[in-house]
């Protein structure tokens, strides 16, 4: 069946870095576009970036540009999520998500704290 399953969180200081992992199964990985996703405590889910099938095209919220980096490795079937200077706001759990229209699907998500 169809898993994402991300890994690498944690607490973290401010200024800190983390990389996040999320290895999919049972699905043609290659073929879809892959995200990462936040959801802080009271507030909504938001896109955080986005990543082509294969690799040519990313793009970022505000604010994680310069600071995120996405990457995916189709040989591994496995998404990153660089996060460098990291900032207390960056605190939420984060998902991984994987489109192909009209399938779409979801991680459990892996809780980030960026906290002194």
């Known amino acids: 069946q169809v898993q994402l399953v991300e890994s690498g969180g944690g607490l973290v200081q401010p200024g800190g870095s983390l990389r996040l992992s999320c290895a999919a199964s049972?699905?043609?990985?290659?073929?879809?576009?892959m995200s990462w996703y936040r959801q802080a405590p009271g507030k909504e889910r938001e896109l955080v970036a986005v990543?082509?099938?294969?690799?040519?095209?990313?793009n970022y919220a505000d604010s994680v540009k310069g600071r995120f980096t996405i990457s995916r490795d189709n040989a591994k079937n496995t998404v990153y999520l660089q996060m460098n200077s990291l900032k207390p706001e960056d605190t939420a759990v984060y998902y991984c998500?994987?489109?192909?229209?009209?399938?779409?699907?979801w991680g459990q998500g892996t809780q980030v704290t960026v906290s002194s």
């Open positions: 049972g699905f043609s990985f290659s073929r879809y576009t």
């Open positions: 998500k994987a489109h192909n229209v009209p399938y779409a699907y």
């Open positions: 990543i082509s099938s294969i690799g040519d095209f990313t």
